[in-house]
């Protein structure tokens, strides 16, 4: 990757992660990207999000004493039940002991996961169907102001309203796609000089982005195990691709390609990150 990020390059990642600042400490410390290049994601500018900022206060869990709290190892709550048993909410916590999300409930079911970012940011609640609590219906994304920056509302046949709002609460964008968001984002992200595009290599946008590659926008696909066969992947081993550089999830991906490869590849192992449970 190194190479591939040159210099003052800014790396750009369009696929929401609030362990983002984390795992690109990691890539700077392992030397894989230097110093100096820049990272843009499309949630972090949409959200307004500051590096190095971190909240100054933490989430609030309720207390009543005829509550059941559960707890781990840690002495951290795990899940809070009413006196009768029923679930209330329950909680997720990262390596460091910071509160990754928190999971309300209805009775049984799972209503609403308010998801805070690495830096202890509110930064999405997810509404989910109270038929299936699998599926998420609504998402807010807020800025660290706690404001609201954007809204996804998904339906039941699978349409998509995408919304950005201001900090005076007005609409300002509407779309009915991820890939109309993204279109419009990378529009003016593209202009900035020597960026790199790291995405997935089975990304929709693929295609549309790789075509866009010039001098100054590069494209750097992510590979896992599960795209060995995708043909992308396999133009990039046999020399038929105008792409040389690629990130693989662990060192078998990197060793299955390195033994089919029929040219010379950069090729550079994404450090392990945490992974949602």
Not at 161 to 167: A, D, E, F, G, Y
Request: glycine share 4%.
């Amino acid at each position: 990757m190194k190479s591939e990020v040159k210099d003052k390059a800014n790396v750009i990642t369009v696929n929401y992660n609030d362990s983002l600042p984390e795992i690109w400490n990691s890539y700077q410390s392992a030397g894989l990207v230097d110093k100096r290049t820049g990272l843009y994601n499309m949630y972090y500018t949409i959200q307004a999000k500051v590096p190095g900022a971190v909240a100054k206060t933490k989430p609030e869990l309720p207390d009543n004493p005829a509550w059941q709290y559960k707890r781990n190892a840690d002495k951290q709550i795990v899940s809070i039940a009413d006196d009768g048993g029923n679930p209330i909410m329950t909680l997720k916590y990262r390596k460091n002991g910071a509160i990754w999300y928190m999971t309300y409930f209805n009775g049984s079911l799972a209503t609403r996961r308010d998801v805070y970012d690495a830096a202890g940011f509110l930064s999405v609640t997810q509404y989910l169907d109270r038929t299936n609590n699998s599926q998420v219906t609504l998402e807010n994304f807020y800025r660290p102001d706690h404001s609201l920056a954007m809204v996804k509302q998904y339906g039941s046949n699978h349409e998509l309203s995408i919304q950005l709002v201001n900090k005076e609460e007005a609409i300002t964008n509407v779309f009915h796609s991820e890939a109309q968001l993204l279109n419009w984002w990378l529009a003016s992200v593209l202009q900035q000089q020597n960026s790199v595009l790291v995405m997935g290599v089975n990304a929709p946008l693929f295609d549309q982005c790789l075509q866009a590659t010039n001098d100054n926008f590069h494209l750097l696909p992510i590979v896992s195990a599960d795209d060995l066969d995708n043909q992308h992947v396999q133009d990039i081993i046999n020399g038929k691709s105008k792409l040389s550089s690629l990130v693989v999830t662990d060192r078998d991906v990197q060793t299955t390609i390195e033994k089919q490869m029929t040219r010379d590849l950069e090729i550079t192992v994404m450090p392990a990150a945490e992974v949602r449970a």
